[in-house]
């Protein structure tokens, strides 16, 4: 048998006021003249009774739905991409908002269907989310819904959270240098591809903090190894490289931990130790960092905290604007002093 909704007239009659006085209270309704005690014995009431406000109701009444549409690429499915949703949904939740959630891919015509679907259900705002950080090209929404973008930009300059790349170069690179480091190889540049915001519109800020750093202290790379393929795969190939030319260098700095994974097992092959005979440094904080022996020491990109400012952002009364959030440094044992 289906259990009757409970209705703001039980909690009123429960506590022993008026549905209006009721209303007042749970809606959070300035003017009221309660006393602290009706609005105490109203809220208890609520709770004993498991009151939910219908959002039917409440929408037609406001002209809000609290709800906020996510459209993600493939954020739901990566692990450590995932916690974007979790920043989201905590700062909903303490906002009364509910999110609606759908995944992508970079399909076009999936964007639209799922946008459309998101649309006819009247969100109060839209998040776009992407686990790397490109330009897309938002669809066609009403002009009076807020929308922003986490981990991407627009060629129409939509409000968007970014990881503060430039900083978490600078800071990777001064891992290295401070512990003696001057013959380092670089793993993972290319900034032909990073100047196409088609495919980053980051990395190339992560490469100035890096090259910044790098002139401060004097020092140019010992080697580089250009790739915009950030796999294990590169990775190997490349420290393979790096010790058939015989080139000596006592820290590699990797573009991403895949790099570094992959680099980690060509050394293996070759009886070198991390970080006795080189140390690693490396960005993003993958799952795999943490997996390494030793531990890989990486700058995090800071997903949660990107889904938490975005729904910030979008439920507060402060003016939508262009963020960089800070990139944690997790230091770990690859790293050595020289």
């Not at 749970?26 to 109203?42: C, F, K, V």
């Not at 990797?254 to 790099?259: G, I, K, S």
């Amino acid at each position: 048998m289906k259990q009757k909704r409970v209705t703001l007239a039980d909690v009123a009659r429960l506590a022993g006021v008026s549905p209006t006085a009721a209303s007042l209270v749970l809606n959070d309704r300035p003017g009221s003249r309660l006393s602290t005690d009706a609005a105490t014995r109203i809220r208890a009431a609520a709770a004993q009774l498991d009151y939910r406000p219908n959002p039917a109701a409440r929408s037609l009444r406001l002209g809000k739905t609290q709800t906020v549409a996510f459209l993600s690429d493939d954020v739901t499915v990566t692990r450590y991409a995932s916690a974007m949703i979790r920043g989201l949904l905590d700062v909903a939740e303490q906002h009364r908002h509910t999110v609606l959630i759908a995944e992508t891919g970079s399909n076009p015509r999936r964007v639209r269907a799922a946008l459309a679907a998101m649309l006819d259900r009247q969100p109060d705002a839209l998040v776009f989310g992407l686990m790397g950080a490109k330009q897309i090209d938002v669809p066609p929404v009403p002009a009076e819904l807020p929308v922003v973008l986490i981990n991407s930009t627009s060629p129409l300059d939509h409000p968007c959270v970014l990881p503060a790349e430039y900083e978490a170069g600078q800071r990777v690179a001064r891992v290295l240098l401070e512990a003696g480091h001057r013959d380092i190889a670089l793993i993972g540049y290319d900034p032909e591809s990073a100047a196409d915001p088609r495919k980053s519109v980051t990395i190339g800020d992560r490469y100035a903090g890096i090259l910044d750093t790098f002139a401060a202290y004097g020092v140019e790379p010992a080697w580089t190894y250009h790739s915009f393929v950030w796999e294990p795969q590169e990775g190997y190939a490349a420290m393979q490289q790096l010790i058939a030319g015989g080139v000596r260098v006592t820290a590699l700095l990797c573009l991403n931990d895949r790099l570094a994974f992959g680099a980690y097992q060509a050394m293996a092959e070759h009886g070198l130790r991390v970080p006795d005979d080189i140390s690693v440094a490396s960005f993003d904080d993958d799952v795999i960092a943490s997996y390494l022996r030793p531990g890989l020491t990486t700058a995090a990109i800071p997903y949660e905290e990107m889904g938490r400012r975005a729904m910030a952002m979008l439920l507060s009364d402060a003016e939508p604007e262009h963020l960089l959030v800070h990139m944690p440094l997790r230091v770990r044992e690859s790293v050595r002093e020289v």
